[in-house]
Each structure stands twice: as structure tokens, then as C-alpha cells.
């Protein structure tokens, strides 16, 4: 069993490596896409393309120096190949699970920071064992973990998180300054100048972070670099200028869009020759630890890993198969989108919906700025605040609704700025051998730079706050949940040995498909017909042949969720009334969607509609909401009967309710039909029916008041019941102020009048 067990293990973890090259890469594809899809520069499909040849270019031309995985956290030469082997299980284990974690919740985290503390918090764990083992003391832990590597790594990734906010926010600020937001109007100069500047940096970028190992170049040439890096950046800057001269006053070129094809390629190129190491560094310090202890003929708890210590280079083929497999990861990756997304929302100029709620502190941090901003700006004289207010004002443009979706997120100059920044703070780092987390910095400097452009406005600041708190806090999680993990898996492995390996593997594996079928339901159900979509037409009649779907589907829903609200507090049912009380929630956000859209559909009004139309909207959004309420409202106190275990509804109760659950479903039924097939027709005859719907709860709670004086002796239950009712009541007049609303307005000798869709 001895040699199988490490077989088995290194099959395990060539498995992990594939599956953690593929939750790394659809985490750290926001470093090197976000700036180019926030922007639009670039359609979509040639984005992917700029992105996959940098990602197949810096895995081949990658050094595959896994020093971090081999020696940079521990000293492996006070461990045996046992030992070993424990701790790189433990980190592969973690770390896909802890990857995957981050993306099926949409938040960018690091890889570089998840290896570096895994490493840490297995070795530790093991280090431990050993010092227990040998009646060491916890002093002893600076023997076998290198910690003076590991706090030069934390300090880096602290520091780096403040420094690229910082430079990102004046950089933009700058650059707006001089360029403004209608930057097409701009000398051929500036653009020019700007051009030279940033490209200068990222070729500097693509040679100092992606190609510094490569053989591609002369090893003179990097020497020339490495001493002279002012003489080479000032000639960069004179010739990219040229060029940058040429391209848009002789060819037309767009600067900034040629800027961003560079940055990508560059960012992209840089993350697989580097980040390359955070995937597969451990499964291949692994199996190259097992070539030498299987060649030794030593046994494994006592074969010294002294060899991790010289410097290995990973087999070329390896390298190429990784680069495939990110490459195909990039393209077909759910997740992958969904982490940008997060990134590109916070950073967006325009207002929208705000994905984060704001918090205690996103309201503090956003009141304190506020407070000093308007501090240092009473030392600046007015004429120079309005020359620099008109900088930053946003030229405007009329977008219809329908093409609101395809705007970018931010200008061209901005995603230049992301690029350009996020290259020179890079390769500063990597020039000076400080360590810090790409994700980290490229996040940062594009929050930064949409501080600068006053993207954070007073309608969207505490939103966007919250979101980036959000996800530097998830950043201390990742460490702290990192170390913790990896440890308690090392130590579990230590007991356990084969049987806790396989137990663990099943574990992760269950796990992993979990949360990838979680995902799939989770974008269908954003996708699904029946969720709410704004009107865009700019006629009342536009409105009422678009808007008639949406009515269809909501009242399709209210009778499934009242119903179920009836069936879940007859039963009894916790975890049904639960259910149910979520789908009233979506619902209601979806109503609250359509109200903060209102201002966009007045905004795209034409002048002979603003009045009907408008009112028409607001007044149908209101009924909405009335339906809404009283469905939150049955929803929520038959929930709370229920979870405070209260009596249970009498026999006599629970058959009226369901006798009105029978006529309410039919009146849903009938109103969610004249919807669907447009028969605004049958409305007349349905609202004369609305008294003897009326009459039916009335009826009842006279039942009840009469089983009250008499035979009841639940206060609780009473209440409950009589809530039901008069709240059903509600429920039953808001319909038919729905139905009455569409019968008045309809006319059907009008075609409705929409926007053109161009």
C-alpha cells in the first residue's frame, strides 16, 4: 500500500490542478477583461480573442519557476516526503474549494493570496505535529516556516490594496482633467502624448512581468533593462508617440482603443506566465518530490525534501496543456462573467441597479469624504473648481431604452487609465521583488479611477462602497479561511491518512458539483420569462400591449404564491412558508426595478405622450405594488404563526380559506388569460363580479366574529385569521383596480406607438 497511496495521490492532484486551472482562471479573468468589456472598446467576441492568445503566449513563454509552491512559505528541508505530500493535498483541496466558493458568488479574490496562505496554514499544521511530536516549543514554528517571506508577502498585499486606489484615483483625475469626457474632440496632441505614455507602460509591463525569464530576448537586452530602465522608457515614450501621432492623425486609429487590445493582451499574457504558478505549482513540486523519493529507494517518512530547494524547470508540454485549458476555461466559463460583472457594476459611470445593499460603514465612509472633500475644496479659488467642473461634465446623448444595455460602463480613457495604471504599479513591484496580488491592484485602480470620474455620485456612492467593502473584506476572509482550512485539512489527513484523502476528494467533489448546478439555476432563474421587464414604448396603448405580459406573469405568480401561503399554513409547513415568503421577496424587487425605472421611461417620452403615458405607468406601478404588499403581508404573518408554533388554524378555518384560495385562483386564472391573449375585452364583465368577491370575505369574517363570541379561544389564531381576510379583501380590490385601469385605457382602433429600435 506504501508506493500505491502516493500514486494515488499524485493522479488526485494532477485532477485538482485541472479543476483549480479552471476555477482560478474564471476568478482572475476580471484582471486583464474588465477594463475592455466595461468599455466597449472592442466587440466581445475579439476581446476573447486579444485575451486567449496573451493567456496561450505567457503559459509558453512562462519560466515555470514554481518557487512559491517549492520553498517561498516553508523550509522543505525540515520535512520528508510524507510530510510533503500531506501539505500539497491539503492546499489543492482548499483551494479549488475556496476559488469556487468566491466565483459562484460573482467576488474577485486572489489566487496569489489563497496559495501563499494555504501553503502557510498546512505547513504550520504539520509543523505543529512535528514540534508536539519531538516535546518542541511553539518558538520552534521559525525552523520549518519561512517567515520572513511570508510577512514581506502580507505587507505587500496590504500596501498594495491602498497604493493602487490612491495613484488610480489621481492618475484619472488628471487625465480627465486634460483629455475631459469628450476626448474624440481632443488634439491630436493629447491623444498622442496620452498614447505614448501608456503604451510605454505596458510594453515595459510585458517585459518586465510577462517576459523577464522568457528566451525570447537577447540576455543582453534585459540587461540593458534592468540598468538603464530611464533611457529605455524615455525612447519608448518618444517612439510610441510617433506612432501614436500616426495612427490617429494619418490612419484615424482610435488611440485608446489600440491602448486597450495592448493592455489586455499584456494583462492577459502576464496573468498565465505568472499567476500559472497559483494552479498547477503544487501538483508539479508533487510529482516531481515523488520522481525523486521513487528514484532514492528510501522510505517516505524518512526521505529529506531537500531537493525542492533547487530550481526546476516545469516541462514545456505541461505548460502548453495549462494555457489550453485556461484558454477554454475563458471562453465557456459562467462564473468567469459573473466576477466581472461584479467589477465593471461598481465601476460604471451611469446610475443603475445597485447590486450591494449599503451598510453602516459605507454610509460613514461616504459622510466623512463628503465632508472632506467639501473642506479641501474651499481652498481652491471658485473660477479654478467651475474650470475643473467642466472637465468632468459628461456631454449628453439621447440612448433609447432598448439600447441603454449595450452603453459602455465608462469611456475609452478610463479603461486606458485602468490598463496603463495597473502595468506601471506591476512592474514597479516586480522590479523591486515586493510581492502583491494582480487582482488586487487591477481591482483597486479601476474603484480609483471611478472615484476620480465621479462615478460614485450622491445617488450611487453608498451603494458602491458597500460593494467594494464587500469584497476587500471577502479578501481578509480569503486569508483567514485560507490558513484555517488548509490546516484543519492537513491535520485531518495526518490522523485519517488514505481513507480521510478519499473521504475528502468525495467531499470536495460533491461540493464543486453543488455549487455548479446551484450556479445553472441561479442564471436561469435571472433569465426566466416570467421576470418583470421595463416598458420602453412612449404611448399609453404602447404601454398596455408591452406592459401586458408582464401583468400575466405577475398574476400568474401571486396565484401560486397565495395558494401556497393557504396549503403551507393548513399543513403547517415551515420550510413551504419559507419558499413562498422568498418568491413574494423577488417579486417585490422586480416591482421596485420597475419603479426606479421610472425616471428612464419619462426621460424617453416623446412631448405628446409625457402626460397619459406617464400617468398611466405610475398609476399601474402603484396597483403593482398595492398586489405586492398584501401578498408580503398573508405571506409574512403566516410565516410567523408557524415559526413561533402557534395553534394551528381550526378545520372550519382552514376549509374557508381554501373555498376563497378556489375563487381567488379562478379570478387570477381568468385576469392572467386576458392578459396573455390581449382579450381586454372580457374585462367589463369580470369587474362586475368584483361585489360578490367582496361579499365572500365579508361573509367570512362574520362566520368568525360569530365562532369568536362563542367557541374560539385563540387569540393568536383570531388574529391570524382575521388578517387573512381583510388582507385578502385587499388583495381582491387592488386586481380589479388593475383590471378597471387596462378597461378604461385600452383602445384597440389605436396601433401602439413605440420608440424605434434602431
Keep these: 500500500m506504501g508506493e500505491n497511496i502516493y500514486v494515488f495521490m499524485i493522479v488526485a492532484l494532477a485532477i485538482l490542478a485541472i479543476t483549480d486551472l479552471v476555477v482560478g482562471v474564471s476568478n482572475d479573468a476580471v484582471n486583464f477583461l474588465n477594463s475592455a468589456i466595461g468599455s466597449k472598446a472592442i466587440s466581445f467576441k475579439t476581446i476573447m480573442i486579444v485575451a486567449s492568445l496573451g493567456i496561450a503566449f505567457g503559459a509558453i513563454s512562462s519560466s515555470g519557476m514554481m518557487e512559491v509552491a517549492r520553498k517561498g512559505i516553508f523550509n522543505p528541508t525540515e520535512f520528508v516526503f510524507a510530510e510533503i505530500m500531506i501539505i500539497f493535498m491539503a492546499v489543492m483541496i482548499t483551494d479549488i474549494l475556496l476559488l469556487d466558493f468566491f466565483n459562484t458568488l460573482g467576488m474577485p479574490t486572489s489566487t496569489t493570496v489563497s496559495i501563499v496562505f494555504e501553503l502557510l496554514g498546512a505547513a504550520v499544521a504539520i509543523s505543529l505535529v512535528k514540534i508536539i511530536g519531538i516535546d518542541g516549543t511553539f518558538s520552534d514554528l521559525g525552523n520549518y516556516i519561512n517567515t520572513e517571506k511570508a510577512t514581506e508577502i502580507i505587507i505587500g498585499i496590504l500596501l498594495s490594496v491602498f497604493i493602487a486606489f490612491t495613484i488610480g484615483a489621481i492618475v484619472q483625475f488628471f487625465s480627465r482633467v486634460l483629455i475631459s469626457f469628450d476626448f ?38 534585459l540587461d540593458f533593462i534592468a540598468n538603464s530602465p530611464e533611457l529605455f522608457l524615455l525612447g519608448n515614450f518618444i517612439f510610441w508617440t510617433l506612432v501614436s501621432w500616426i495612427f490617429s492623425a494619418l490612419l484615424k486609429w482610435n488611440i485608446y482603443r489600440v491602448i486597450i487590445v495592448i493592455g489586455t ?18 501538483p508539479i513540486a508533487a510529482l516531481q518530490s515523488f520522481q525523486d523519493w521513487q528514484s532514492s529507494g528510501v522510505i517516505a517518512s524518512e526521505f529529506n525534501m531537500q531537493g525542492l530547494t533547487a530550481a526546476v524547470r516545469t516541462p514545456t508540454a505541461l505548460l502548453l496543456i495549462s494555457g489550453g485549458i485556461m484558454v477554454i476555461t475563458l471562453w465557456f466559463s459562467s462564473k468567469a462573467k459573473s ?4 467589477s465593471v457594476d461598481l465601476a460604471r459611470q451611469d446610475e443603475g441597479d445597485e447590486r450591494f445593499e449599503p451598510n453602516y460603514l459605507s454610509r460613514q465612509v461616504v459622510k ?35 439600447k441603454v444595455q449595450d452603453t459602455p460602463a465608462f469611456d475609452m480613457v478610463r479603461a486606458a487609465v485602468n490598463l496603463m495604471v495597473a502595468s506601471v504599479l506591476i512592474s514597479i513591484a516586480t522590479s523591486m521583488k515586493l510581492p502583491l496580488s494582480t487582482t488586487y491592484v487591477t481591482f483597486m485602480v479601476a474603484m480609483g479611477t471611478s472615484l476620480a470620474d465621479r462615478a460614485w455620485g450622491a445617488e450611487s456612492a453608498v451603494y458602491r462602497v458597500a460593494g467594494v467593502l464587500n469584497v476587500i473584506g471577502g479578501w481578509f476572509f480569503t486569508a483567514f479561511s485560507a490558513f484555517t482550512a488548509a490546516a484543519i485539512i ?14 475528502l476528494l468525495v467531499l470536495a467533489a460533491t461540493l464543486l458539483l453543488r455549487n455548479y448546478m446551484a450556479h445553472n439555476r441561479k ?7 416570467d421576470s418583470l421587464r421595463r416598458a420602453e414604448s412612449s404611448s399609453v396603448q404602447g404601454v398596455i400591449e408591452e406592459s401586458a405580459d408582464n401583468i400575466a406573469n405577475m398574476i400568474k405568480r401571486s396565484n401560486k404564491i397565495y395558494t401556497g401561503a393557504i396549503n403551507g399554513l393548513a399543513r403547517h409547513d415551515l420550510e413551504a412558508l419559507k419558499k413562498n415568503n422568498k418568491g413574494v421577496s423577488k417579486m417585490s424587487k422586480e416591482i421596485e426595478g420597475l419603479q426606479n425605472n421610472i425616471f428612464y421611461f419619462i426621460k424617453n417620452l416623446d412631448d405628446s405622450s409625457v402626460g397619459g403615458a406617464s400617468d398611466f405607468y405610475i398609476a399601474l406601478l402603484g396597483h403593482l405594488q398595492d398586489l405586492a404588499q398584501s401578498q408580503e403581508y398573508i405571506s409574512k404573518i403566516g410565516l410567523t404563526h408557524v415559526n413561533n408554533n402557534h395553534k394551528k388554524l381550526k378545520y372550519n378555518q382552514i376549509k374557508e380559506l381554501k373555498d376563497l384560495d378556489q375563487h381567488l385562483e379562478q379570478l387570477f386564472s381568468d385576469t392572467s388569460e386576458v392578459f396573455s391573449n390581449r382579450s381586454f375585452e372580457r374585462i367589463g364583465s369580470m369587474l362586475a363580479t368584483r361585489d360578490s368577491y367582496v361579499e365572500l370575505v365579508d361573509e367570512k369574517i362574520k362566520k368568525q366574529v360569530a365562532r369568536t363570541r362563542t367557541e374560539e379561544s385563540s387569540p393568536k389564531n383570531t388574529t391570524l385569521y382575521f388578517s387573512l381576510l381583510t388582507e385578502s379583501k385587499d388583495l381582491i380590490k387592488a386586481t380589479m383596480k388593475l383590471l378597471e385601469l387596462y378597461y378604461t385605457e385600452h383602445d384597440s382602433s389605436i396601433a401602439p406607438a413605440k420608440i424605434l429600435k434602431d
Excluded: C
Design 339 to 342: 466576477v466581472v460583472k461584479t
Design 265 to 282: 493582451f499584456a494583462l492577459a499574457m502576464a496573468f498565465a506566465g505568472n499567476d500559472l504558478v497559483n494552479f498547477i505549482g503544487v
Design 523 to 529: 442564471t436561469k432563474v435571472i433569465k426566466a420569462e
Design 184 to 221: 474624440k474632440e481632443k488634439s491630436k496632441w493629447v491623444e498622442s502624448t496620452f498614447g505614448g505614455l501608456a503604451i510605454t507602460a505596458i510594453i515595459y509591463f510585458i517585459i518586465v512581468k510577462g517576459l523577464k525569464s522568457a528566451s525570447i530576448f537577447d540576455p543582453s537586452i
Design 368 to 402: 466623512l469624504s463628503v465632508a472632506a472633500f467639501e473642506n479641501v475644496s474651499a481652498v481652491f479659488p471658485p473660477s479654478l473648481k467651475a474650470k475643473i467642473d467642466k472637465r468632468f461634465e459628461v456631454p449628453y446623448s439621447y440612448v433609447p431604452k432598448s
Design 490 to 503: 492537513a491535520y485531518i489527513l495526518h490522523l485519517g491518512g488514505f481513507i480521510a484523502l478519499v473521504i
